[in-house]
């Protein structure tokens, strides 16, 4: 049986130490870069300024890491857009491609950087009359999961409250039409919901700037 001495146990003990260290400082490093490369498309901390592809800054953290790891799955549609900025400015690239190249302690360390900056509500044009009706229709449908008008982070469920509307409204395209799944929650409210009360509720998101 072998026997090890104090010093070769501290030896084994600092060389585990030093590991994790430089583990961590390599993972800083490549979190920062993987930002860098979702700001190409969602902005500088996650704040969008394109109006088809979310701002992502604010939302928490089990939100932003359950969207990736269901892109990863491909288990929601893979929406096709061209990069807005950056090296590959102009060429297209999908989520689920996105997601395919980050382990899941990436997409975690990902989802703690943008659950920790702020959300910047969009700046953009809405009809005040739909976003009255909106208002209504958020209070008694959806007001139990989304929050303080579809503003709460603390719900998990994504903040509506100053997204931008494009957006919004090719996402409850993908729920109408079945491409994508709702929750069970989401599922039966959503379905009481005509096209133009679907249209108030997102100029009622779009209102909140």
């Excluded at 501290?10 to 920062?32: G, I």
């Excluded at 209504?136 to 503003?151: A, L, Y």
């Excluded at 929650?185 to 998101?205: G, R």
């Amino acid at each position: 049986m072998k026997t090890f001495s104090i010093y070769t146990l501290l030896v084994v003990s600092a060389l585990a130490v030093t590991a994790v260290l430089v583990t961590f400082d390599v993972s800083a490093a490549e979190v920062d870069k993987l930002v860098e490369e979702c700001s190409y498309c969602h902005g500088k901390d996650g704040a969008s300024s394109e109006p088809k592809i979310p701002t992502i800054g604010g939302a928490s953290e089990y939100f932003l890491s359950d969207a990736m790891l269901v892109y990863k799955d491909k288990a929601r549609p893979c929406v096709e857009v061209e990069y807005p900025a950056g090296p590959e400015k102009g060429s297209k690239t999908d989520m689920c491609k996105e997601a395919a190249k980050l382990s899941e302690d990436q997409i975690d360390e990902l989802a703690k950087f943008y659950s920790s900056k702020p959300f910047v509500r969009a700046k953009q044009d809405f009809d005040a009359a739909k976003a009255e009706k909106g208002q209504k229709i958020h209070e008694h449908h959806c007001e139990k999961c989304h929050g303080d008008g579809g503003s709460s982070k603390e719900d998990d469920a994504g903040i509506l409250a100053g997204q931008w509307m494009p957006y919004l409204e090719h996402t409850f395209k993908e729920y109408t039409s079945g491409e994508r799944d709702m929750p069970k929650k989401m599922k039966p409210k959503v379905e009481k919901l005509d096209a133009a009360e679907i249209d108030a509720l997102i100029n009622y998101y779009g209102s909140q700037q």
